[in-house]
């Protein structure tokens, strides 16, 4: 090796520490994808070469063709991959190889249980990486010298995965990246051509540039002076191919390498588009949510080509926000090769673009909900409140979204999100024209609500929503199949042709005889409520809370308090049932006082019921014992 200047020792960042030790004890099982790692971020470097050469043609210095070696040595017992892609620079090494920069890493890693398991399946949500080398080598040295830099801007670096790393200055005169990998004494198994050969093929097929490796003699690598190299890869981009001539395996692991995921896909569609625009592209749903699904600056979009050259990575112009999961390549051939983000932001091309790859991706998962519904169900664990978001977002695609909706309901037990508009439609009652839903904290609340009571009897389904975002949902989603989507607690209940018009004059009739003791609940209550009157909701609890038709109703509010918003208060309409026992003690009660307090008493308990918190609890405790010492007298 040449000589080497400017050496220092440098510690890894905590977080690359703890990944690495991660790494290294949990990933035992699957070790052979360290090679697929590492020939993914030589793609990468080439990708990022043709790319950067494309306004300074001199960084291909010459015009190697691109492509990755993958060479062993049994006697040192060292695997080693050599790229001529972009290369990397002292800083860059420090930073990519020292560091990680995503957000959320350090909650992420804190989140870990030290169940090795478990942890394990964490680490697949993370991406492993660069650091899998170590999963097999107990030291790795990167030799590196970035594209345009000259030869003497070479760097050396080298670790052994535990808490530290060398780093110096060398010549390296070939642009690009050679990585030794040191193996381990139990792992010497990875320095041999066929072993190699068949990781190459398993995961790395789908790679778009030749990956050679040394032509084989009986299994050992030839030792004569000039190395004969052979392709053993696909060698062109898979996206390219027919789909006729990818195998499932290829689409998958292929994946693995854009999404920088360990774990399969749930779906993906392939296509190509031809006409007035031409392109393809290949999106896939991934199989659960990414650690940093909800950060703003988690990586989002797809990787952008235009006719075959890599052009970006997260282009989020292609997609709306509510499908941000969703990861893949788009290959134009009407983009101009030296597209920017700022072009992309909108015009025709990206906006026609935009709006037939929505329509893939819901259309993938419309399928995959109706061919796979175990698939579709972990789809919308990982991804369904992000999905929900589409309403508010996409109003073309509305109706589309609203049948990939998943929802708990009193049609099924199970208290899974699991019922889709469409099944709740075709269980529909005779005379039933609107889908009922309720919102709330959480299903055990919602599930036992006094405002299911009459649907409980009448043996009508309801929704039951309780995800935070639910109420803005439905504030975007008013119909789904021409019927109206309702709120229970919301207005004045109008059951339509469900209540027979028997039920509609005794309830008018009730009302009349209880005018009385709705004007002295208003009078006790005062100005906390809006409105009383008498409940056509309720079979068994004496009184309900009711949300005014156009208010906002407690998620929303708690919403918005949260982030520090000034609320306007929203007073509720008090309604109350008159068959129950308590509310004709009520009617009969002549002492005033005593009127009051079970009238605030019957309101508190409401406001519970409901899931909301009480503006006095001490008062209400204070009512409550009063009458408690009253009966125990
Ligand atoms: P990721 O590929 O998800 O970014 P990795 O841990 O695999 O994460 O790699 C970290 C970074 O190191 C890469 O993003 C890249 O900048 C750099 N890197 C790794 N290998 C190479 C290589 N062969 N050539 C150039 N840069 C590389
Ligand atoms: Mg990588």
Redesign the pocket.
Known sequence: MSVETRKETLGFQTEVKQLLQLMIHSLYSNKEIFLR?LI???S??ADKLRFEALARPELLEGGDPLKIRVSFDQDARTVTLE?N????SRD?VIS??GTIAKSGTADFLQNLSGDQKKDSQLIGQF?V???SAFIVADQVDVY?RRAGASASEGVHWSSKGEGEFDIADIDKPERG?R?VLHLKAEEAEFADGWRLRNIVKKYSDHIGLPIELPKQQFGEQEQAAEVEWEVVNRASALWTCPRSEIKDEEYQEFYKHVA?DFENPLAWSHNKVEGKLEYTSLLYVPGRAPFDLYHREAPKGLKLYVQRVFIMDQADQFLPLYLRFIKGVVDSNDLSLNVSREILQSGPVIDSMKSALTKRVLDMLEKLAKNEPEQYKAFWKAFGQVLKEGPAEDFANKEKIAGLLRFASTGDASGEQSVALADYVGRMQEGQDKVYFLTGESYAQVKNSPHLEMFRKKGIEVLLLTDRIDEWLMSHLTEFDGKQLVDIARGDLDLGKLDSEEDRKAQEEVAKSKQGLLERLKGALGEQVAEVRVSHRLTESPAILAIGEQDLGLQMRQILEASGQKVPEAKPIFEINPQHPLIEKLDAEADEERFADLSHILFDQAALAAGDSLKDPAAYVQRLNKLLVELSA
Request: hydrophobic share 30%; no cysteine.
């Open positions: 790692e993914s971020n030589a990468d470097a790229d892609g972009i290369g990397m860059e990519h190889l991406g990486g660069f650091y590196t990246t990585i920088h």
